[in-house]
């Protein structure tokens, strides 16, 4: 069993115990909010290939790993990460229905100002330069492709101007919403033809009806917003109170939003946050770092460096670190841990956490769990301590350090040269006492991305957003 499915099962339990007494309590959620996050996809047992946005680099060790029965390990955990703040580079359609159900507040404009303000916005934060390329279609009772998908200022040019010259048609059905879809699906680049760009459908819908037998035959939207999907593409939904939500299940999960009239005076706002997610995503929004320790591993209160823990769920202890970047030397987690006696009595080798995990979450995609290592410890009882001799002579033999530490540069831009720093290591002669010896700190260096660690951890990778 996976330590994600042993965390699932615990929670399990717990829920059906409060539903059993009465405590549980049900509460409607909201069918979107503006600002729910993307649902994370579920961990795998094997990894996923694809490198992580940032360039993290982690390790995580506890000391001693030889402890007697009854006795304290401190646990060092360590994670760097540097951003390159570039602006993504995507190709992306527009989808506005533009059917008498936009026609809303005075002079029937207010909703149709709002999309424009936003729209404009997002366009004018587009990075051309990097290959982007965009275009925008209208629909209701059929669509219409006002500006061809197209790169270059020129169509930054094209698509300002035609969002200030859209009109309002006096048609009450929607039935092009399908069609308009699965055409600017079409239009869009396949992954093979760009890989390194993001394809995108922003689709804002009004509300009118699909109303059979007016016009073309409908093509239906949730099927055309499954092919989009299953193609590869982002297909953002914005839905008017009046569409009903319908653009819920047709958008990618976690990226529909809901304005909070039909005049959609936050339809601005909402742009500003899609653009945000769309076009620096590879930014990084905050770092969780939580370790759940096993049954009888008590956590020393105090011991926390920079902080004791910010929150603890079911045992499990959980540090919330802000985004952005990390500190010039990394970000450093320190904590104790006390094993009791009679849960771990002597003369075993065993791991002290269930698991620990390193979530990076980003400004948008779903977050990225890292597996940290776990490593075992030898716990031996008073008097036995030969009884580690064994595994520590095959498990803990000491590392010779470089004859000459190399330069390095530090994510501050100075160079530097690695201190030597005294670690406990054991003597391989099987005395089991700790000798001294010297070992340097690792420095991410600015001349190439870090590799990351994955000695003992693993990696997920969702398939979203990891470019």
Known sequence: MSHFVMRLAVLSLLVAVLAAVGVAATAAAPVSAPDAPAVPLQPTEEPREGPIPCDPVWDRTIEPRIVEEGGRVTVKSTYYFKCSGETRKINYF??????????????????LDNFEDGARDFVNQVDYANGSQGGLMLYASVNQIRVPLGGGEQNRKNMLEAL????????????GAGAAI?????????????PD?????????AGAEEVPGEGPPIINRATACNAARQSGVLVVGI???????????CATRGWYWRTNTNEATDLPDIFDEITEAILRGREMKQVNYSDWPHPGVNYVDGSGYPRDYDYEVIG???WEFPGKQAPPTGQQIEY????????????????????????????????????????????????????????????????????????????????ETPTATPTS????????????TETTEPTPTATEAPTQNTGGSELYVPAAYNK
């Open 182 to 194: 699965r055409d600017a699906t079409g239009l869009l680049p396949t992954q093979e033809d760009d």
């Open 239 to 249: 839905g008017f109170p009046a569409s009903g939500n319908r653009l819920l299940t």
């Open 164 to 175: 200030g010259n859209i009109s309002i048609k006096p048609i009450d059905n929607a039935n």
């Open 425 to 436: 290591t054991i003597d391989p002669s099987g005395s089991g006492t700790p000798t001294p």
């Open 336 to 415: 104790a841990f006390d094993l009791d006696r009679v849960t771990f009595p002597g003369n075993q080798i065993t791991e002290v956490s269930i698991d620990s995990t390193l979530s990076f979450n980003f400004t948008a995609g779903d977050p990225i769990p890292i597996l940290m290592p776990n490593p075992e410890v030898c716990i031996y009882r008073p008097g036995y301590q030969q009884f580690c001799d064994d595994w520590a002579a095959r498990y803990l033999t000491p590392t010779a350090p470089p004859e000459t530490p190399s330069a390095t540069i530090t994510p501050g831009g100075a160079t």
């Open 197 to 205: 760009a993001t394809n995108v459908l922003i689709i804002i819908d």
């Open 94 to 111: 527009i989808l506005l229905e533009n059917s008498n159900a936009l026609r809303q507040g005075r002079g029937g404009m207010v909703a």
């Open 316 to 318: 499990e202890y959980t």
